[in-house]
Structure formats: structure tokens, C-alpha cells
């Protein structure tokens, strides 16, 4: 059984993250999506938010599941007996920020080796910051989140203006 860890803020989670769950799954058995915490970011959700909005997003999907960390990825992939990380790529900025990060956790665990996948040209554009801008500008992120995290975030009150 190969088991692919997808690690990330996911604040909220995608479609284009979606998408790249969806595209590992046909690469490995089993997949981890971890919803963690990077220093350098000041998040608009909480952990177990991102996490939940995460579950909803990946609700129906055979063979993966979703955990939080507040810790080290390289420890995450040990306890979880991981066998790759696997990250979107969506242009040369995120290569460069990516391979950086890709090279720490090598250093810091030989066994934790990342592999990257190319978003697909549709989700280019996606990301979680745009949807974080959509809803302070008063405008549903419909089309970059699906209707499950759009019907949690109404829930919540962030979209009550639309
Ligand atoms: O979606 P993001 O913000 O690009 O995800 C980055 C994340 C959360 C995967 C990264 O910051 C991370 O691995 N955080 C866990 C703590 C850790 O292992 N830090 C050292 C790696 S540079």
C-alpha cells in the first residue's frame, strides 16, 4: 500500500487542491491530506476550520482521509508511515517557495522525498488567498471552492452580505 501525503494551509481548500487530490489518487493507494500550520502565514480560519472545510471537499472520495498537525511535516510523515509528499505546482514562484521547502525536509528526513505535480491549466488561477479577497470584496468564491465549503462559510456568517 503507497501512501501520498498532500501537506498545506488550505484556508480554505480549493478546487484546485481538490484536483490535485483527486490526480494523486490515481498515482497512489491511499492519500493524506494534512492541514498544518505555516509560521510565515496569518490565517483567516483556524486548524480544525480549514480541516473541516478540507473534510468537506474531499467528502466521497475513496481512500482519503484528513488530519491537522500543529507540528513538523517530516514528523507527520514518519508517524504516518508516509511514503512521498506530493504538492501542486502552479507556476515558477510556487516551484521556487516549493523546491525550497522540498529541500529542508530531505535534509531533515531522507525518506521524505516530495514529488510534484503541475496544476492543470483550469486551475492555474485558483487559489486560497483569491477567495479570501472574493469574500472581503462581497463576491461568493463559487467557482474556486466547492458548494459544501461556499454553504459552511454562509453558515458561518462570512458570506451573509451576498
Ligand atoms: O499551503 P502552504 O502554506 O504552502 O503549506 C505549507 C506547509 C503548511 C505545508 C508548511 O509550512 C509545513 O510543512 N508546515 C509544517 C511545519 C514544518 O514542517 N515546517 C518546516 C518545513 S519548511
Known amino acids: 500500500m503507497s501512501l501520498a501525503l498532500i501537506p498545506g494551509s488550505f484556508d480554505p481548500m480549493t478546487v484546485g487542491h481538490l484536483d490535485i487530490v483527486k490526480r494523486t489518487l490515481s498515482l497512489y493507494d491511499e492519500v493524506v491530506v494534512a492541514v498544518m500550520v505555516n509560521d510565515q502565514k496569518t490565517y483567516e480560519h483556524t486548524l480544525a476550520e480549514r480541516a473541516e472545510m478540507a473534510k468537506l471537499t474531499v467528502a466521497g472520495l475513496d481512500r482519503v482521509r484528513v488530519v491537522t498537525s500543529a507540528g513538523l511535516l517530516i514528523d507527520l510523515f514518519d508517524e504516518l508511515g508516509a511514503d512521498v509528499i506530493v504538492k501542486g505546482i502552479r507556476n515558477e514562484v510556487d516551484r521556487a517557495y516549493e523546491e525550497k521547502m522540498a529541500a529542508w525536509n530531505l535534509e531533515h528526513n531522507p ?52
Do not use: M
Not at 139 to 154: E, G, M, N, Q, T
Open 111 to 162: 525518506r521524505a522525498v516530495t514529488v510534484f505535480l503541475q496544476a492543470a491549466d483550469d486551475y492555474e488561477q485558483v487559489n486560497s488567498t483569491h477567495v479570501r479577497e472574493l469574500i472581503k470584496a462581497g463576491k461568493s468564491p463559487d467557482s474556486l471552492v466547492v458548494p459544501a465549503v461556499v454553504d459552511y462559510l454562509r453558515d458561518r456568517g462570512e458570506l451573509s452580505n451576498l
